[in-house]
Nanobody, 125 residues
């Protein structure tokens, strides 16, 4: 069983640049793709970013492209989400997710098997 624990959220001013971390425990995830999703109040959980096991390929939602960067440190079993130029509409609970070894669709929730408990990010204007 894998546990994913997010950290680094909180209250941030618009334009801020926090970094979320997601630490995996229970087994190594170095061969798995991983992703970040978010869910705002009253909205469905949506894709934010994903990264392949070796970090060579990354994928982003149009709404965060150019502002957010996903990365990973396989030695630490950890994936990160660097968020820059935050906007109030980025306010949401951010979830880390673990997938398999490969998928043709990194954007769908159904492509991921394990989820963290979520980290609240609130952007004030």
């Amino acid at each position: 069983q894998v546990q994913l624990v997010e950290s680094g959220g909180g209250l941030v001013q618009a334009g801020g640049s926090p970094r979320l971390s997601c630490a995996a425990s229970g087994r190594t995830v170095v061969r798995n793709y991983m992703g970040w999703f978010r869910q705002a109040p009253g909205k469905e959980r949506e894709f934010v970013a994903a990264i392949t096991w070796n970090g060579r390929n990354t994928y982003y939602a149009d709404s965060v492209k150019g502002r957010f960067t996903i990365s990973r440190d396989n030695a630490r079993n950890t994936v990160y989400l660097q968020m820059n130029s935050l906007k109030p509409e980025d306010t949401a609970v951010y979830y880390c997710a673990l997938g398999g070894y490969y998928n043709s669709d990194y954007y769908s929730r159904e492509s991921y098997n394990y989820w963290g408990q979520g980290a609240q990010v609130t952007v004030s204007s």
